[in-house]
């Protein structure tokens, strides 16, 4: 399996923008999609955004499309989710995951076998 570690989140203020890195070693990863999901206090995990690792294809939730950006640099390893225009509401952990799957099933946590550890995301209002 893939090793996914994440970097980037931090404190901002609503209206700001932060930019999330996942970072993939271990085995190759040019077949994986990668997905970013995210869980606030008391709610279920829900899914962010997603990209084939070739960028040929992204999906993105309602919540987040047109504020979100999901990129890869496949000579870095590495995923990135710019966030901007972000929200109270947008406070979480944020998770990357890794999938052979196709991303017909890249929106659901049980097509994801490799998962990252997550960093903490807080919008200030």
């Known amino acids: 399996q893939v090793q996914l570690v994440e970097s980037g989140g931090g404190l901002v203020q609503a209206g700001g923008s932060l930019r999330l890195s996942c970072t993939a070693s271990g085995r190759t990863f040019s077949s994986y999609v990668i997905g970013w999901f995210r869980q606030a206090p008391g709610k279920e995990r829900e899914f962010v955004a997603a990209?084939?690792?070739?960028?040929?294809?992204?999906r993105y939730s309602d919540s987040v499309k047109g504020r979100f950006t999901i990129s890869r640099d496949n000579a870095k390893a590495t995923v990135y989710l710019q966030m901007n225009s972000l929200k109270p509401e947008d406070t979480a952990v944020y998770c990357c995951a890794g999938t052979t799957s196709s991303m017909f099933t890249a929106t659901r946590e049980y097509a994801y076998s490799s998962w990252g550890q997550g960093t903490q995301v807080t919008v200030s209002s």
């Open positions: 990209i084939v690792w070739s960028g040929s294809s992204t």
